[in-house]
């Protein structure tokens, strides 16, 4: 029983334990790039700048791209 115990947890806890971490990094990543459009959205209200529809549609490709990196290490992870 001990010996079933102990190849368990070294088979789980670092590459499991890693991949988890990873995903919650990943995960409050995300929320962070959602507060960034949600920043720029508010800011673009404030300030009327010729440069706001840049600033948007980098906010927009930033929450894509780590959406796109939360699926990606969801499948391969």
């Given at each position: 029983?001990?010996?079933?115990?102990?190849?368990?947890?070294?088979?789980?806890?670092?590459?499991?334990?890693?991949?988890?971490?990873?995903?919650?990094?990943?995960?409050?990543y995300l929320i962070f790039a959602a507060?960034?459009?949600?920043?720029?959205?508010?800011?673009?209200?404030?300030?009327?700048?010729?440069?706001?529809?840049?600033?948007?549609?980098?906010?927009?490709?930033?929450?894509?791209?780590?959406?796109?990196?939360?699926?990606?290490?969801?499948?391969?992870?």
């Amino acid at each position: 029983m001990n010996q079933e115990l102990i190849t368990v947890l070294l088979g789980f806890f670092p590459w499991g334990f890693m991949k988890l971490v990873v995903l919650i990094v990943l995960i409050m990543y995300l929320i962070f790039a959602a507060v960034v459009v949600r920043q720029e959205q508010l800011m673009a209200k404030v300030l009327e700048i010729p440069f706001s529809p840049v600033l948007r549609i980098a906010a927009l490709v930033h929450f894509v791209a780590a959406f796109v990196l939360l699926l990606l290490a969801l499948v391969l992870l």
